[in-house]
């Protein structure tokens, strides 16, 4: 009996000491590049290759024009509450079945910060609207001398 | 007299190598960044891509880590997206939430131009207002 309890103790081994640094820091490491490998989330948006439009078809649909300033949102021209904005979109875009004739024309002005494009444009697509930029064209005219 | 490497610290020494050259493999890195992103809902994974644009606090652009003019930034894009097939050709925008108009619009216009498919890189908002 005595013989068995010795044999038993002797199979007890413990894990060097020395070695916990080693085993944390690789955990640290570990769970480090986990975190940063973390796919990133976001919104797809399919915008349309830019073309140069001079003037509009007569047989093309009209569209609705959405302005964006810093803080507002206009929708045909007329100021809409952010809250109301998906509603009144939704409501103009109805028996619009076709994807041209759901094409929404972004105009911003140039101190239109990001978070708010974003906002605006996503309600857009939850509207059932296709997302269209309109930008200024640049000119450089060469004045005579 | 001679000193062996033991046996034991191999599975560790592994370990980190194979760390080491799993982020020296993150080619586009540009988590050195500073930008605060933009907040959205019902966001949805990117997947993903070998072309990641940046806009920083700022205002600066940068390609896959690296700064790039605008001028450069389309050919640039279609270079690295080659012949990928459409709906691999993905492009991440990310861009600081204060950006203008006059900076993001015309990169919109670039990566159109490239043929991306592009995924703006957004927090999730949990506190949204009504819609």
Redesign the interface.
Known sequence: MLQKLKRSNRLLVEPPAAASGDIAFNLIVFFLVCASIQPDRGFKQTIPRSETQNEQKQDEPQNIEIQLTRTAVLINGTNVPIAEFVGRLRSQLSGKTRPEDRVVIVKSQKDTPYKHWIDVTTRIEEAGGIVTLQMEEERTVTLPQ | MRCDVPN?AMG?IA??LL?FF??LA?AQDD?HLHWNP????K??????SVVSVLVDSENKLYLNGSEIGISQLADRIEELLGNMPAGKRIV?L?????????R???I??A???A?G??????E?NKTS???
């Open positions: 034991t560790d370990f980190n760390i799993v982020i993150r988590s933009a907040q959205a809902e966001l949805e994974s990117s997947g993903n991440l990310k861009v600081h939430q204060d950006i203008l108009a006059q993001f619009e015309p919109l216009e990566i159109s131009e043929g498919d592009l995924v703006h890189i957004l999730e207002t009504p819609k």
